[in-house]
C-alpha cells in the first residue's frame, strides 16, 4: 500500500529545510530583514521565530551591506549563518561583502579558513513590483569564482539544495523565483540533501535540448508539451545549479538530440545562456547540432510595471513554442 | 621575571598609571621588541620592494607601531582582529611571525596565505586574526560578525576591528557600529585616524572633528587617545575589552596618529607639507616608548640595544627564509577557490 504523497509548498519546503538544519546543528541561524515575527516579506521563514527564538531567527536593520558583512564575520568565527536577502535586487547594496569578501577569503587566506554562509535571494518578474524588486541577477554571481548559485524550481530541490547549502563549506547563494513560493509538490519529511552541481532531465526527448533554470523549467515544461501534440520531443534540463555548471548532462543531451535551446529570465546578453552555448560549442556535442542555439531571456530593459510589458519583458510558454518550433521547421 | 613594580616603593605603586601595573617588564619588553619587529619588517619590505625582490604595492604604517600593538597587549589569542590594507602592525601585534609574513611578500608557499593573499590579505588566522582587507571599511562589519559568533558561543572573547579615519565614512562603518550597539556585541573599534584617507584630510572628509564624535549616534563610548602613546592606546583598549568581556558592549577608541610614509608606493606626497611630516616625526611612538621604559627603570639602554639588535637579525633571517622559500606552481591557480573542489563529481 502506497503511503499518500505529502505535498509542500516551494516556501514551506524551504521553511523545513531550515527549521531541520537549525534542529540538527546550533551553529545554523537566520539573519534577514523582517524575518521574525513579520514572517518574512514571501512567509519563508513563518513562524520560525516562535520555535527558535529572536536568537537564532534574527531580525537586522534595514543594512544590507553591514549585515551581509556580519554574516560572513559570524562564518568565519564558526557559526552557519543563512542570510534571507528580502529582494535579490537588494543584494547589489551587499555586493562588497558577497564578491569581495565571501567568496575570496577562503582564497585570499590560502585555504586556511572557510565561509559557510548560506544566503537567499527572492528574485524574478511577475509580482507587479516592477524595475528594482523583480530582477534575476544570478548571472552576476555565478561569475564569482569562490561562491556556488543553485536555482531549484521545485520544492523538493527547493528543500533539498538549501539542506546541501547550509552543509556546504563554502558559500552558497541560492535564488529563489517568488512566483514558484507557492506552487506545490512533493517533499519528503525527512531531511535529504539535492546535490549541488547536478542538473536534472525533467523531461526526456529527442528532438530538442531546452536547458533551462528555475520557473523558465516550468514554462519549457508546458511548451514540451505543447510541442509534443506538433511531434517535436523536447528533452527539458533542469540546470539547477549555475556553479559549478553541470557540463556532461548538457553535452550528453545535445549530442543525443542535435539541437540547443537555452531559456532564462536573466537579460539575455552576457546571461547563463551564453555560458551554455559556449561549453556546447566548445565541446564534442559542437559535431552533433543540427541548427542554429537558441537563447530565450531577459528583455533588453528593466522590468516594466505595465502587467502587459512586464509579460513580454521575459519568456513565456508561448514564445518557447513558437521560437522551438520554428527552429524545428527551419523557420528561424 | 621582575615585576615593573619591584623596583618601586609602595607610594610609587599606587600612583602607577593602569598600563605599568597591568603589564609585567617581559610584556612591556616584548611590546617594545613588536614595535621593532613592525617598523624593522616594514622598512625591509620596503627595501626588498626598490631592490625588485617583490612586486605589487604596500601600505606602511610607519609611525603608527604604538596603536597596532598597544591594541593587541592585553588581548588573548582566542580574540580576533581584523585589520586592514595598511595591516602588517596588525599582525605582528597580534602574534604572527615575521619570516611567514615576508613568504607572503615573496609570494611563497611558505607564507601565511601560500603566497596567494600577499600584504594586502596577510592573515595568520591560528593567532586570532581574520585579515587584512584591501577595500576600505571592508572589515568592520565582519568584526560584528565574529563578535556575534562570539557572543552566541558563550565566549568572553572579544573581537578588535582596526580601521582608519577613511574607513568611518564608509556606509559599512556605520551600519556596523549600529548593529554592533543594538545587539551589545563584544566588540573594540579601533581607529587610527592618521589625518588622510590616501590623499584627502579628515578636515576634508568628515563633517564632525573626531571619529570617536560619531560613537554618540550608536550610544556607544567613544574615545580620543594618542596614538603614538602605547600606554594611552593600551588603556583605552583595556577598559573597553573589560567592558566587551562583561557584557556591556562595545567602544569606539580613536586613535590620533600619522603615517609617515606615503599612502602606498604612488604617493608623491602632494597634499601634505615636509614640516607636517617632520613634526610627527617628532613624536614618534617608539622612541617615545622607549623613553618612557628606560626612565622608569624597567630596562636599561643595553637591554633596549639587545631588543633592538634581536629585531633586525629577525627581520634579516625573515628575508633570507623569504627568498629560499617555495614558488607556487602554475597549475595550482584554482587551489583553495572552494573548501571541496566543485567540478569533482557531487555524487561520489
Known amino acids: 500500500m502506497n503511503a499518500p504523497i505529502r505535498e509542500l509548498s516551494y516556501a514551506q519546503a524551504i521553511q523545513e529545510a531550515l527549521a531541520q538544519a537549525m534542529e540538527a546543528d546550533p551553529r545554523v541561524f537566520l539573519m534577514g530583514e523582517d524575518i521574525g515575527v513579520y514572517g518574512g516579506?514571501?512567509?519563508?521563514?513563518?513562524d520560525l521565530v516562535h520555535r527558535f527564538g529572536a536568537d537564532r531567527v534574527m531580525d537586522t536593520p534595514i543594512a544590507e551591506l553591514g549585515a551581509a558583512g556580519v554574516a560572513v564575520g559570524a562564518a568565519l568565527a564558526g557559526c552557519r549563518p543563512v542570510f534571507e536577502f528580502q529582494f535579490s535586487d537588494f543584494s547589489a547594496l551587499a555586493l562588497e561583502q558577497i564578491v569581495n569578501q565571501a567568496a575570496k577569503i577562503r582564497f585570499m587566506l590560502g585555504?586556511?579558513?572557510?565561509?559557510?554562509?548560506?544566503?537567499?535571494?527572492?528574485?524574478?518578474?511577475?509580482?507587479?513590483?516592477?524595475?528594482?524588486?523583480?530582477?534575476?541577477?544570478?548571472?552576476?554571481?555565478?561569475?564569482?569564482?569562490?561562491?556556488?548559485?543553485?536555482?531549484?524550481?521545485t520544492p523538493y530541490d527547493a528543500k533539498g539544495l538549501l539542506i546541501a547549502a547550509i552543509e556546504d563549506p563554502d558559500p552558497v547563494m541560492i535564488f529563489e523565483h517568488k512566483l514558484l513560493y507557492k506552487i506545490k509538490g512533493e517533499v519528503p519529511a525527512e531531511p535529504y540533501r539535492v546535490p549541488i552541481g547536478k542538473a536534472a532531465i525533467r523531461r526526456a526527448g529527442t528532438s530538442i535540448s531546452i536547458v533551462a533554470t528555475s520557473i523558465m523549467v516550468h514554462r519549457s515544461l508546458e511548451a514540451a508539451e505543447i510541442l509534443a501534440r506538433e511531434g517535436i520531443d523536447?528533452?527539458?534540463i533542469d540546470l539547477r545549479t549555475l556553479r559549478p555548471l553541470d557540463r556532461p548532462?548538457?553535452?550528453?543531451?545535445?549530442?543525443?538530440?542535435?539541437?540547443?535551446?537555452?531559456?532564462?529570465?536573466?537579460?539575455?546578453?552576457?546571461?547563463?545562456?551564453?555560458?551554455?552555448?559556449?561549453?556546447?560549442?566548445?565541446?564534442?556535442?559542437f559535431d552533433y547540432l543540427d541548427a542554429p542555439i537558441l537563447r530565450l531571456g531577459g528583455a533588453e530593459a528593466p522590468i516594466p510595471y505595465n502587467p502587459v510589458l512586464e509579460k513580454a519583458a521575459v519568456p513565456q510558454t508561448e514564445d518557447i513554442v513558437a521560437r522551438v518550433r520554428d527552429l524545428l521547421t527551419n523557420r528561424i | 621575571m621582575n615585576h615593573p613594580v619591584a623596583a618601586l616603593r609602595d607610594a610609587e605603586v599606587s600612583n602607577l598609571r593602569p598600563f605599568y601595573k597591568r603589564f609585567q617588564a617581559a610584556e612591556l619588553k616584548q611590546a617594545l621588541r613588536r614595535m621593532y619587529l613592525i617598523r624593522r619588517f616594514e622598512e625591509g619590505a620596503e627595501d626588498a620592494y626598490t631592490r625588485g625582490l617583490i612586486h605589487g604595492t604596500m601600505h606602511l604604517s610607519i609611525g603608527q607601531e604604538a596603536s597596532a600593538v598597544g591594541a593587541c597587549m592585553d588581548l588573548r589569542k582566542s580574540d580576533y582582529i581584523t585589520s586592514t590594507h595598511r595591516g602588517h602592525g596588525h599582525c605582528i601585534a597580534k602574534g604572527a611571525e615575521p619570516k611567514l609574513m615576508f613568504a607572503e611578500f615573496f609570494g611563497k608557499e611558505e607564507g601565511y596565505c601560500r603566497g596567494r593573499g600577499g600584504s594586502m590579505h596577510i592573515a595568520d588566522v591560528e593567532s586570532g586574526n581574520l585579515g587584512a582587507n584591501g577595500i576600505v571599511a571592508g572589515g568592520i562589519p565582519i568584526a560584528v560578525g565574529a563578535a556575534l559568533a562570539i557572543k552566541k558561543q558563550q565566549r568572553d572573547d572579544v573581537a578588535v576591528c582596526f580601521f582608519g579615519d577613511g574607513a568611518s565614512n564608509e556606509g559599512a562603518f556605520h551600519e556596523a557600529l549600529n548593529m554592533a550597539a543594538i545587539w551589545t556585541l563584544p566588540v573594540i573599534f579601533v581607529c587610527e585616524n592618521n589625518k588622510y584617507g590616501m590623499s584627502v584630510?579628515?578636515?576634508?572628509?568628515?563633517?564632525?572633528?573626531?571619529?570617536?564624535?560619531?560613537?554618540?549616534?550608536?550610544?556607544?563610548?567613544?574615545?580620543?587617545?594618542?596614538?603614538?602613546?602605547?600606554?594611552?592606546?593600551?588603556?583605552?583598549?583595556?577598559?573597553?575589552?573589560?567592558?566587551?568581556?562583561?557584557?556591556?558592549?562595545?567602544?569606539?577608541?580613536?586613535?590620533?596618529?600619522?603615517?609617515?610614509?606615503?599612502?602606498?608606493?604612488?604617493?608623491?606626497?602632494?597634499y601634505r607639507t615636509k614640516e607636517e611630516i617632520e613634526a610627527w616625526q617628532a613624536k614618534d611612538p617608539i622612541r617615545h616608548f622607549e623613553t618612557e621604559l628606560v626612565t622608569r627603570r624597567i630596562l636599561d639602554e643595553s637591554d633596549v640595544t639587545t631588543i633592538r639588535a634581536e629585531a633586525e637579525q629577525e627581520i634579516a633571517d625573515g628575508i633570507e627564509f623569504a627568498r629560499n622559500g617555495t614558488d607556487p606552481v602554475a597549475t595550482e591557480v584554482t587551489r583553495d577557490v572552494y573548501t571541496i573542489d566543485p567540478m569533482a563529481d557531487p555524487t561520489t
Open chain 1, 41 to 46: 516579506a514571501f512567509q519563508v521563514t513563518g
Open chain 1, 111 to 153: 585555504g586556511k579558513v572557510s565561509v559557510p554562509l548560506v544566503m537567499r535571494f527572492p528574485a524574478g518578474s511577475g509580482t507587479g513590483a516592477a524595475a528594482q524588486h523583480s530582477q534575476s541577477l544570478e548571472a552576476w554571481l555565478a561569475h564569482v569564482p569562490g561562491l556556488k548559485v543553485v536555482q531549484p524550481s
Open chain 1, 234 to 236: 523536447a528533452e527539458v
Open chain 1, 249 to 285: 548532462t548538457i553535452i550528453e543531451s545535445v549530442k543525443k538530440t542535435g539541437r540547443l535551446a537555452c531559456v532564462y529570465e536573466g537579460v539575455r546578453t552576457l546571461g547563463i545562456g551564453a555560458e551554455i552555448s559556449a561549453l556546447v560549442a566548445e565541446s564534442e556535442a
Open chain 2, 201 to 270: 584630510s579628515t578636515e576634508r572628509s568628515m563633517a564632525v572633528e573626531n571619529v570617536a564624535d560619531r560613537a554618540a549616534s550608536y550610544r556607544m563610548p567613544g574615545a580620543i587617545v594618542d596614538g603614538n602613546r602605547i600606554e594611552d592606546v593600551s588603556e583605552a583598549v583595556m577598559e573597553a575589552t573589560t567592558r566587551a568581556r562583561s557584557g556591556k558592549g562595545p567602544t569606539l577608541i580613536e586613535c590620533k596618529t600619522y603615517r609617515i610614509r606615503g599612502h602606498s608606493k604612488s604617493d608623491r606626497n602632494r
